[in-house]
């Protein structure tokens, strides 16, 4: 009976800590990774608190400056007198066939794993891969960088609109944005902007919630009215019309397929991996299926409706003053380098037409404002909780981040033409990191991905269809792939003497600036791989550690016999226990100790 009650508890023993090692004791089909169990968060780690929550704050990470200011100069670089619709086909094309099914990998990887990008594929397809996972977090980073420059000049539009009166035609709106590129105020509303995003993103997810919460749907309320006022200025359907009718000839260049679709890729957060670092958060119950698919639908809707109503007020404005269509088409081109000026030249002049027009310009530089610092938080989150899960502690990481992102959008903010070539060389890098999340999910298996991931681990969810495997496995890695091979071949054709030369937006000067990337990454590989400080015995020592580091405390002894020993064991019959020994066997927590069997 004693022998058969110690291997009960010798099996027991064996099982837990199998279990442990598969996966964790929850029993669900997380077990299928070692060590990794994804029912939940590590204990202390927070979740999100609702379904609106989630969808507020993911829409609060793409809901931005990048709807508002760079969707509209992208169209409207690419209109001609023919039209825009050539470009917004190609651009709505990308959100089914790129975007949506990139951002359904990213919420699958991030709510199962709980581990951002570089973690997430080291552990899934293998340690050797980790410098893949380290591109997007770059290309985030640098994002990151001259975002917060742009965040600075709504927050400067902001206060001129408060003290200033409105412009009322485009040479005095044009004067104003360059007059702020000429002074310091940049590179102060730079530093305003970091400190402000770094300040919300300290305390994880407990206050980015409640941040998105208030600043989204004010956001859209605002955008909603602009949108409506637009449509009823007068010559503003002449806008409309011109935006949507089609330039056929224009879908042979590859600068705008590739702009088309690394603006959905921007509009939408695909490839970028804002999304898997929120999932991180998300638990089984928030549909990722559902979110992946809606958000961003809704995201691209604020995009079209912000392009329209600059179209609205430019044209509004123009034929006024009797410009004929290709003068218009001509100044949408011409608003700053790169037109990085468009919505901060023509916004004010649309609000100039409105009695409460100063509340409302005001109004909406505030909210753009808002909603580029939740979208700034999201940035920073990518690359704080990837610390984070290198064994930092949350408030150092935030200041190690938010120090790099400044001192790296200097440049940016001291120059103009530095943050174009930043937003063109970086805008583009989504395209890279959204095919090393296709090569993730090839690389793991399409079809156990699929299920393993979301059609048998999400609860109250849509189940992932098959058209999302055609797309993942045929369309995607040949839009990705191909779009890439054709710019690269357009460039060298189109600008023989200088696509070498490193100018604002050269080719040379976006492969240098992505092999220069990869390469550090690559070499870093091996160390790119979370830390293991183990506590010292000294109180000063542990305190100073324990304040950047999460550190381990160091392993309990455990006995081990002499071979000598060991060998005498072996020799002798089994003991046979009293029952005063056989209740020593039991542990407090019910099983036997190694020491013990």
């Given at each position: 009976?004693?022998?058969?009650?110690?291997?009960l508890?010798?099996?027991?023993?064996?099982?837990?800590?199998?279990?442990?090692?598969?996966?964790?004791?929850?029993?669900?089909?997380?077990?299928?990774?070692?060590?990794?169990?994804?029912?939940?968060?590590?204990?202390?780690?927070?979740?999100?608190?609702?379904?609106?929550?989630?969808?507020l704050?993911?829409?609060g990470?793409?809901?931005?400056?990048?709807?508002?200011?760079?969707?509209?100069r992208i169209i409207a670089s690419?209109?001609?007198?023919?039209?825009?619709?050539?470009?917004?086909?190609?651009?709505?094309?990308?959100l089914?066939?790129?975007?949506?099914?990139?951002?359904?990998?990213?919420?699958?990887?991030g709510?199962?794993t709980?581990?951002?990008?570089?973690?997430a594929?080291g552990?899934l397809?293998?340690p050797?891969?980790?410098?893949?996972g380290?591109?997007p977090?770059?290309?985030q980073?640098?994002?990151?960088?001259?975002?917060a420059?742009?965040?600075?000049?709504?927050?400067?539009?902001?206060i001129?609109?408060?003290?200033n009166?409105l412009p009322?035609?485009?040479?005095?709106?044009?004067?104003t944005?360059?007059?702020l590129?000429d002074?310091?105020?940049?590179?102060?509303?730079?530093?305003?902007?970091?400190?402000?995003?770094g300040l919300?993103?300290c305390?994880?997810v407990?206050?980015?919630?409640?941040?998105?919460?208030?600043?989204?749907?004010?956001?859209?309320?605002?955008?909603?009215?602009?949108?409506?006022?637009?449509?009823?200025?007068?010559?503003?359907s002449?806008?409309?019309?011109?935006?949507?009718h089609?330039?056929?000839?224009?879908l042979?260049?590859?600068k705008l397929?590739l702009d088309?679709?690394?603006?959905?890729?921007?509009d939408?957060g695909?490839?970028?991996?804002?999304?898997?670092?929120?999932?991180?958060?998300?638990?089984?119950?928030?549909?990722?299926v559902?979110?992946?698919?809606?958000?961003?639908i809704i995201?691209?809707?604020?995009?079209?409706l912000?392009?329209?109503?600059?179209f609205?007020?430019?044209?509004?404005?123009?034929?006024?003053?009797?410009?004929s269509i290709?003068?218009?088409?001509?100044?949408?081109?011409?608003?700053?380098?790169a037109?990085?000026?468009?919505?901060?030249?023509?916004m004010?002049i649309?609000?100039?037409?409105?009695?409460v027009?100063?509340?409302?310009?005001?109004?909406f530089?505030?909210?753009?404002?808002?909603?580029?610092?939740?979208?700034?938080?999201?940035f920073?989150?990518?690359?704080?909780?990837s610390?984070?899960?290198?064994?930092?502690?949350?408030?150092?990481?935030?200041?190690?981040?938010?120090?790099?992102?400044?001192?790296?959008g200097?440049?940016?903010?001291?120059?103009?033409?530095?943050?174009?070539?930043?937003?063109?060389v970086?805008?583009?890098?989504?395209?890279i990191s959204?095919?090393?999340l296709?090569?993730?999910v090839?690389?793991y298996?399409v079809?156990?991905?699929?299920q393993q991931f979301?059609?048998?681990?999400?609860?109250?969810?849509?189940?992932?269809?098959?058209?999302?495997?055609?797309?993942?496995?045929f369309?995607a890695?040949?839009?990705?792939?191909?779009?890439?091979?054709?710019?690269?071949v357009?460039?060298?054709?189109?600008?023989?003497?200088t696509?070498w030369q490193?100018?604002?937006?050269?080719?040379?000067?976006?492969?240098?600036?992505?092999?220069f990337?990869?390469?550090?990454?690559?070499g870093l590989?091996?160390?790119?791989?979370p830390?293991?400080?183990?506590?010292p015995?000294?109180?000063?020592?542990?305190k100073?550690l324990?304040?950047?580091?999460?550190?381990?405390?160091?392993?309990f002894?455990?006995?081990?016999?002499?071979e000598?020993?060991?060998i005498?064991?072996s020799?002798?019959?089994?003991?046979?226990?009293?029952?005063?020994?056989?209740?020593s066997?039991?542990s407090s927590?019910?099983?036997?100790?190694?020491?013990?069997l």
């Amino acid at each position: 009976m004693a022998e058969e009650k110690v291997s009960l508890l010798a099996s027991e023993k064996f099982r837990l800590a199998t279990q442990e090692e598969s996966g964790g004791s929850c029993g669900c089909s997380c077990a299928r990774l070692p060590a990794m169990c994804r029912r939940k968060k590590p204990e202390g780690e927070a979740t999100f608190s609702s379904s609106l929550g989630v969808m507020l704050s993911m829409l609060g990470s793409v809901v931005g400056t990048g709807n508002i200011w760079r969707f509209p100069r992208i169209i409207a670089s690419h209109a001609d007198e023919g039209g825009a619709l050539s470009f917004l086909m190609v651009w709505a094309f990308f959100l089914w066939m790129w975007s949506i099914p990139i951002i359904l990998i990213e919420y699958g990887v991030g709510r199962y794993t709980k581990k951002t990008v570089i973690e997430a594929i080291g552990t899934l397809i293998g340690p050797a891969y980790r410098f893949l996972g380290g591109f997007p977090f770059v290309v985030q980073f640098c994002i990151a960088s001259y975002y917060a420059v742009l965040l600075g000049w709504c927050g400067y539009y902001f206060i001129y609109t408060c003290a200033n009166p409105l412009p009322t035609e485009f040479a005095t709106s044009n004067s104003t944005f360059y007059d702020l590129q000429d002074s310091n105020w940049p590179v102060l509303c730079h530093a305003l902007a970091v400190i402000v995003a770094g300040l919300a993103v300290c305390f994880g997810v407990s206050t980015i919630e409640p941040v998105n919460n208030v600043i989204v749907p004010l956001l859209l309320l605002i955008i909603v009215f602009s949108f409506y006022w637009a449509l009823y200025l007068p010559f503003a359907s002449a806008g409309i019309t011109h935006m949507f009718h089609p330039s056929w000839k224009s879908l042979a260049n590859s600068k705008l397929w590739l702009d088309a679709l690394s603006q959905n890729a921007w509009d939408t957060g695909a490839g970028g991996c804002l999304f898997l670092t929120y999932a991180t958060y998300m638990k089984r119950t928030h549909g990722a299926v559902k979110l992946g698919s809606i958000t961003p639908i809704i995201n691209n809707i604020v995009s079209l409706l912000c392009g329209i109503l600059v179209f609205c007020t430019v044209f509004s404005v123009q034929q006024k003053e009797g410009n004929s269509i290709g003068n218009i088409v001509d100044l949408l081109k011409f608003n700053g380098p790169a037109n990085t000026g468009l919505t901060f030249i023509w916004m004010p002049i649309l609000y100039s037409t409105i009695k409460v027009g100063r509340f409302l310009a005001a109004s909406f530089f505030l909210c753009l404002s808002l909603a580029g610092l939740s979208s700034l938080i999201s940035f920073l989150e990518l690359s704080i909780h990837s610390l984070s899960d290198f064994g930092f502690r949350r408030v150092p990481a935030t200041i190690i981040v938010c120090t790099g992102v400044f001192l790296l959008g200097l440049g940016s903010a001291m120059d103009i033409n530095i943050l174009v070539n930043q937003d063109s060389v970086w805008g583009y890098a989504l395209i890279i990191s959204g095919c090393i999340l296709i090569f993730l999910v090839l690389r793991y298996g399409v079809l156990r991905f699929r299920q393993q991931f979301f059609n048998q681990f999400g609860i109250g969810d849509w189940q992932l269809p098959w058209v999302w495997v055609f797309v993942v496995v045929f369309i995607a890695p040949i839009e990705g792939v191909g779009l890439v091979v054709w710019y690269i071949v357009d460039e060298i054709r189109d600008n023989p003497g200088t696509w070498w030369q490193f100018s604002t937006r050269s080719l040379a000067m976006v492969l240098t600036q992505w092999s220069f990337a990869l390469l550090i990454l690559i070499g870093l590989n091996w160390w790119m791989k979370p830390l293991r400080i183990t506590a010292p015995e000294d109180p000063l020592r542990r305190k100073i550690l324990g304040a950047i580091f999460k550190l381990e405390e160091p392993p309990f002894p455990v006995f081990k016999p002499s071979e000598p020993d060991a060998i005498q064991l072996s020799s002798k019959k089994p003991p046979s226990y009293g029952a005063d020994k056989e209740a020593s066997l039991y542990s407090s927590s019910g099983v036997v100790s190694d020491v013990e069997l």
